[in-house]
């Protein structure tokens, strides 16, 4: 992907999957690219399409949900492409967990039974439904692995009031409520999900991606009860099999270890599965929309010519 220069660009980073671009401070563009991160590395090829998946899924899912919350998100002027407002972050991220997976069943696994200050009960299994959905915060470190934090904490530590994690709480459950409807009608599961926010003014915004295979698991609906009964695996619509395939390798981020090769087979394997959860969650069949730099670039110029205010320039 090219780095653009684009009108009143006032910043430009380089996250591990989007470029970010500032625009006179108050717009960003961002462009989802194909690269794949696992483990806060960025892996070392490409996924076709990945990036028009995610960015076509997240605005789907940010334009299903905008009635509980405001979000970030103006215009889809390309494929691969979001333009929306920049928020300054709140430095947690608002995990939902409807299932006891992942990161909640390792910790459940080595015997705890509390994570980020919230109880699990006892007697359940890997993948099981928690009595009712739950939050686990982590931090959003500027640099380095997240952590789990509890709610007394956040609170203690000032990062947001009472009243704004109030508001973040009830937003987050009604927006996984929502986000389970929209699987559900799909045959899927929303297992878990993070979602990030951020304030401009006073005003708590949705932001980033929501909803989709890199910030959410999802299982089958179909069959899930039988292979819970049976102590049977679900199979993964997220990236988690990716995950699962980095650690069956020997790779968890950790110092020393290093990236298993990715074969070509591989690679198409994970473009296949972007493009099943899409094509699964949106119900339609997913149309790939190969774009050059220049018609990108356009396309950006031409929407931000309705956003950009005159005579407001830096
Ligand atoms: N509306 C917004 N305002 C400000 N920041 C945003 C907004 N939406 C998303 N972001 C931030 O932009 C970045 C998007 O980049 P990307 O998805 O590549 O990052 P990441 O891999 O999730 O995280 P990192 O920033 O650690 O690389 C994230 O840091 C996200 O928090
Ligand atoms: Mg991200």
């Known amino acids: 992907m090219a780095d653009f220069q684009l009108p009143q660009q006032t910043g430009f980073y380089r996250g591990k999957v989007r470029d970010v671009y500032t625009i006179q401070n108050d717009l960003l563009v961002m462009i989802a690219s194909d690269r794949i991160s696992a483990f806060d590395v960025i892996l070392p090829r490409p996924v076709p399409f990945k990036g028009q998946v995610l960015n076509q899924l997240a605005a789907y899912m940010l334009n299903a949900t905008k009635d509980i919350c405001p979000n970030w998100l103006m215009d889809v002027p390309a494929p691969q492409v979001s333009i929306g407002k920049r928020c300054i972050p709140i430095r947690i991220e608002m995990v939902v967990r409807g299932n006891l997976s992942g990161h909640?069943?390792?910790?459940?696994?080595?015997?705890?039974?509390?994570?980020?200050?919230?109880?699990?009960?006892?007697?359940?299994?890997?993948?099981?439904?928690?009595?009712?959905?739950?939050?686990?915060?982590?931090?959003?470190?500027?640099?380095?692995?997240?952590?789990?934090?509890?709610?007394?904490?956040?609170?203690?530590?000032?990062?947001?009031?009472?009243?704004?994690?109030?508001?973040?709480?009830?937003?987050?459950?009604?927006?996984?409520?929502?986000?389970?409807?929209?699987?559900?009608?799909?045959?899927?599961?929303?297992?878990?999900?993070?979602?990030?926010?951020?304030?401009?003014?006073?005003?708590?915004?949705?932001?980033?991606?929501?909803?989709?295979?890199?910030?959410?698991?999802?299982?089958?609906?179909?069959?899930?009860?039988?292979?819970?009964?049976?102590?049977?695996?679900?199979?993964?619509?997220?990236?988690?099999?990716?995950?699962?395939?980095?650690?069956?390798?020997?790779?968890?981020?950790?110092?020393?270890?290093?990236?298993?090769?990715?074969?070509?087979e591989w690679i198409q394997t994970i473009s296949g599965r972007y493009i099943e959860l899409y094509e699964k969650l949106i119900g339609e069949r997913f149309r790939p929309v190969p774009m050059d730099n220049k018609e990108i670039e356009e396309r950006i110029l031409n929407s931000l010519q309705h956003f950009l205010s005159p005579g407001k320039s830096k």
């Open 104 to 264: 909640a069943w390792r910790t459940y696994a080595s015997g705890q039974r509390e994570l980020c200050g919230v109880t699990m009960p006892n007697g359940l299994k890997e993948n099981d439904f928690f009595p009712t959905p739950i939050i686990t915060p982590s931090t959003k470190a500027e640099q380095g692995h997240d952590e789990d934090i509890a709610a007394e904490e956040i609170l203690s530590r000032g990062i947001v009031s009472e009243r704004e994690w109030n508001r973040l709480t009830t937003y987050s459950f009604d927006l996984f409520k929502r986000g389970k409807e929209l699987a559900s009608k799909r045959g899927l599961i929303l297992v878990d999900t993070k979602y990030e926010f951020g304030k401009i003014e006073n005003d708590i915004y949705l932001m980033d991606e929501i909803h989709t295979p890199d910030s959410s698991r999802f299982f089958y609906a179909e069959g899930f009860q039988e292979r819970q009964n049976r102590n049977e695996k679900q199979p993964q619509l997220s990236k988690e099999f990716v995950r699962e395939w980095l650690i069956a390798n020997n790779f968890m981020g950790k110092k020393g270890q290093s990236v298993p090769e990715m074969s070509d």
